[in-house]
């Protein structure tokens, strides 16, 4: 998770340029990134994240990036949308309104 305060000393923004698979490239100033996703161990990914309904580690997406104002709720949406159905993640969404929101399969 990332949050900036502000304008760059050198820019209007701060640039941030991500290794995602579709290379993203985002400007930050006064928003906050959080990347939610699987971990790599010995060539296998590892779930982190509890899904509440069923009890069991779980990940629906690969990666989710989501950019907003706000560093909590950024961080709250990546980890939910990471295990949410497609329906559930799409009401999500359009429910908080992220600046960004990137679910990577």
């Given at each position: 998770s990332?949050?900036?305060?502000?304008?760059?000393?050198?820019?209007?923004?701060?640039?941030?340029?991500?290794?995602?698979?579709?290379?993203?490239?985002?400007?930050?100033?006064?928003?906050?990134?959080?990347?939610s996703?699987?971990?790599?161990?010995?060539?296998?990914?590892?779930?982190?994240i509890?899904?509440?309904?069923e009890?069991k580690?779980?990940?629906?997406?690969?990666?989710?990036?989501?950019?907003?104002?706000?560093?909590?709720?950024?961080?709250?949406l990546s980890?939910?949308?990471?295990i949410?159905?497609?329906?559930?993640?799409?009401?999500i969404?359009?429910?908080?309104?992220?600046?960004?929101?990137?679910?990577?399969?």
């Amino acid at each position: 998770s990332i949050i900036t305060r502000g304008r760059h000393p050198y820019g209007d923004y701060w640039p941030l340029a991500l290794e995602d698979g579709k290379n993203t490239s985002l400007m930050l100033n006064d928003d906050a990134v959080s990347i939610s996703g699987f971990h790599q161990q010995e060539g296998k990914a590892k779930a982190h994240i509890t899904d509440p309904y069923e009890g069991k580690l779980k990940h629906k997406y690969k990666l989710v990036e989501v950019q907003m104002k706000c560093p909590i709720r950024a961080e709250v949406l990546s980890t939910a949308l990471s295990i949410a159905p497609d329906k559930e993640g799409q009401e999500i969404i359009n429910t908080f309104n992220p600046e960004i929101c990137i679910r990577i399969p």
